[in-house]
């Protein structure tokens, strides 16, 4: 099977469109108030389902990649694997809880920010700092 890897790469550029289309209409639909309701405005729901579909597809082709690299199976146990899925839940869980959830599933949905943690150079930088600092500490106070 072809790696699909190189396809991957060049969807990069409409992820990070998707991902803020998707955050975008998260907060006019909050702000304006449009989903008191709980059914929410239906032109909102296809844009949401929409972009859950394509990180749904793009999460799949990243599983079947993984498959086919030297590391198997690495990606779903990656930082960026369960960021990828957490931000995928939500709109899929919400598709088969009831009504009385649809505030929290919704609310839940701010995950996709998280997704811009693959596409961000200087996150990832952040983020290894971070754990950098957390092992050199470890090292010096060892823990009791």
């Not at 990606?75 to 009504?99: A, E, N, Q, R, V």
Request: with cysteine; glycine share 4%.
């Amino acid at each position: 099977m072809p790696k699909v890897n190189s396809k991957l790469k060049a969807t990069d550029p409409w992820l990070k469109r998707l991902i803020i289309a998707g955050t975008a209409t998260y907060f006019v639909e909050v702000t304006a108030g449009i989903s008191e309701d709980n059914s929410g405005h239906l032109v909102f729901w296809w844009i949401q389902s929409f972009i859950a579909v394509c990180f749904t597809v793009e999460y799949i082709l990243r599983w079947v990649d993984d498959a086919h690299d030297q590391y198997r199976w690495h990606y779903p146990h990656s930082t960026l694997g369960i960021i990828d899925l957490i931000s995928i839940l939500p709109f899929w869980i919400g598709c088969f809880l009831p009504l009385d959830w649809f505030q929290i599933i919704r609310t839940l949905k701010v995950f996709w920010l998280l997704k811009f943690f693959r596409y961000s150079r200087s996150l990832q930088l952040v983020a290894l700092e971070f754990r950098k600092e957390r092992e050199r500490q470890l090292i010096r106070w060892p823990e009791k």
